[in-house]
């Protein structure tokens, strides 16, 4: 009888456990990244009444006798799978979808976790409820992550400084079949393309020289070229020149082809040698002649006319103080007898010293399928402000690829050809932040600049259910959890991780309260043995009486 009540104590005292594991999983029913628990037992020894017997001489074996002594736990289990994901719409609330923990420290020791109820603290630390680190991988200046584990630490006080523009790529198609467009007398000096479509490349402050003669006297004077300089203001200007040598009142204007024209008056002089001339600008010294002199009576033009751009593209660039600087690039097709699938460019910079101004003209060349052939220039040089307060300015630019269609492109279709981008920025201040799901914190600043500031780590273990609970919803390492294997979200076996969310308990409700049911029944029919064995000892103890 002894035997029957150990037995039933056993079953009372390790379904009581098993009760105690049901109740812990149901209070945590909602408990955010916790996993269920469940209880296994296994029989004690076995106490043996007769040994087994072999067969020999006729007779069989017997099968050894033997009643047990009761049950144990054989084991308690940690239930490892995914539970749930709830939308939280809080950035830093997270979740691991697959294996994996996140990571904290109490600045002494490690801890390990499901539950991804994260929050920055006043000094940008991010950390979960506890106030415990969680750990991670600093990215440096230029966004690169680093490798030492970690605090994970934003400072949202901090700026981004501006980055000069140091080079551009473009895209897009230049019209194959675009019809020269000439110059009018609204057409700006600094826009100006000679009559087979070569930049004369003029600047502000470029001077141009009149010189001639009108019935004896010197035509004399000059012109400086403006912002706003257009090409009926250099023909006011040669006009007023001539006037003032003949005494006259000659007209010059601007004809269709974007040719200038010098009418004289009956009364006037003959007008001879008349060119106008700018120093190192040899386009432009080629239009500026006038080819026949320019009798009494009758008119005369410049040799040469004068074209607009094809089409023009803005670019916006920053210098070393973040300062936009727009740099405007004007296209024009060669029409150049014997030259085709060429296009001359030329860009207009801002500056205040035109001397400073390299690089901004040049040629793309197209093969007969339309791709790029070749590019004679691809760097523009300039001062942007001229008194020392921006870096000079060094902007590589980027056609495409020769023979490739990834730049720009000749087809007989639409002009789209337009800066596809650019390196430079202004200053900006962290104006907020994003994870994805990778574990990334990027930084996203008022200048449009996103930058990665850090990223979350995860540990995996060869055997999670190895680990020990160390209340909080957090878990230690121990000898059969195997060390942690620690790497970025979705590398190794790890899982990723699904931002603005919180895993939920996997604890099954249904599956809890069948197993209070067979708990309680346990418990109950142990009980019973108890009780059925005491009544047995009490008779015994009556037979005395």
């Given amino acids: 009888m002894m035997r029957a009540l150990f037995s039933g104590v056993s079953g009372l005292r390790n379904h009581q456990i098993q009760m105690d594991v049901i109740g812990d999983n149901i209070a945590n029913v909602n408990t955010v990244g916790f996993k269920s628990s469940r209880v296994l037992f296994q029989e004690l020894l076995s106490q043996v009444l007769r040994s087994a017997g072999g067969a020999e001489e006729g007779r069989g074996g017997t099968n050894p006798q033997q009643v047990g002594l009761g049950m144990r736990i054989s084991s308690i289990d940690k239930i490892f799978t995914q539970g749930n994901l709830m939308s939280t719409q809080r950035k830093t609330d997270l979740a691991v979808q697959g294996n994996g923990f996140f990571i904290v420290s109490d600045g002494e020791r490690q801890f390990y976790t499901r539950d991804g109820a994260f929050d920055f603290d006043y000094q940008g630390n991010l950390v979960n409820s506890n106030g415990y680190m969680v750990q991670g991988y600093m990215a440096d200046e230029s966004g690169e992550v680093g ?18 523009t140091t080079s551009a790529s ?21 826009k100006l393309f000679d ?15 009149f010189s001639g003669d009108a019935g004896g006297n010197a035509i004399s004077g000059s012109y400086t070229v403006t912002e706003n300089s257009s090409l009926a203001d250099l023909a006011y200007a040669l006009q007023e020149a001539i006037r003032a040598a003949s005494g006259g009142n000659e007209t010059v204007m601007v004809k269709s082809d974007g040719s200038l024209q010098v009418m004289t008056m009956p009364d006037s002089v003959d007008i001879t040698g008349l060119t106008l001339q700018c120093t190192g600008k040899t386009e432009f010294n080629s239009y500026g002649v006038f080819d026949t002199p320019i009798t009494a009576g009758s008119s005369g033009s410049t040799a040469e006319g004068s074209r607009s751009a094809d089409y023009t593209t803005f670019v916006t660039t920053y210098d070393s103080l973040g300062n936009a600087q727009i740099i405007t690039l004007l296209f024009a097709k060669d029409t150049e007898s014997g ?13 205040q010293d035109a001397a400073s101004v390299s690089g901004d003209t040049g040629t793309l060349t197209f093969n007969s399928d339309g791709s790029l052939a070749s590019v004679t220039t691809t760097r523009i040089t300039f001062d942007p402000d001229g008194d020392g307060g921006a870096e000079e300015m060094r902007i590589n630019l980027d056609f495409g690829t020769i023979n490739k269609f990834n730049g720009l492109t000749q087809f007989a279709s639409d002009f789209t050809a337009t800066l596809k981008e650019q390196d430079g920025y202004p200053s900006g201040s962290l104006d907020d ?5 990778s574990g990334i914190i990027t930084g996203i600043f008022t200048n449009g600049i996103n930058r990665t500031l850090a990223q979350i780590a995860l540990a995996d273990f060869p055997n999670p259910e190895g680990l020990y609970k160390a209340g909080d919803n957090l878990y230690k390492q121990s000898l059969n959890s195997g060390l942690s294997q620690i790497g970025t979200p979705g590398t190794g076996t790890r899982g990723v991780i699904a931002p603005s969310s919180l895993e939920m308990s996997n604890v099954d409700l249904a599956k809890s309260f069948t197993e209070i049911i067979i708990a309680q029944r346990g418990f109950q029919v142990n009980a019973r043995v108890i009780t059925a064995s005491d009544q047995i000892l009490q008779e015994l103890v009556n037979i005395k009486r």
């Fill in 147 to 164: 490798k030492v584990l970690g605090n994970i630490t934003i400072d949202f006080q901090q700026r981004l400084p501006a980055r000069a």
């Fill in 170 to 190: 473009f895209v897009g198609n230049l019209n194959s079949e675009v019809e020269p467009t000439y110059a009018t007398s609204t057409t700006l000096l600094t």
């Fill in 195 to 209: 009559a087979d479509g070569n930049p004369m490349n003029l600047h502000v402050g470029d001077e141009i020289q």
């Fill in 339 to 351: 030259v085709s699938n060429t296009w001359n460019w030329q860009a207009i910079v801002p500056y």
């Fill in 433 to 437: 932040i994003s994870i994805d799901d």
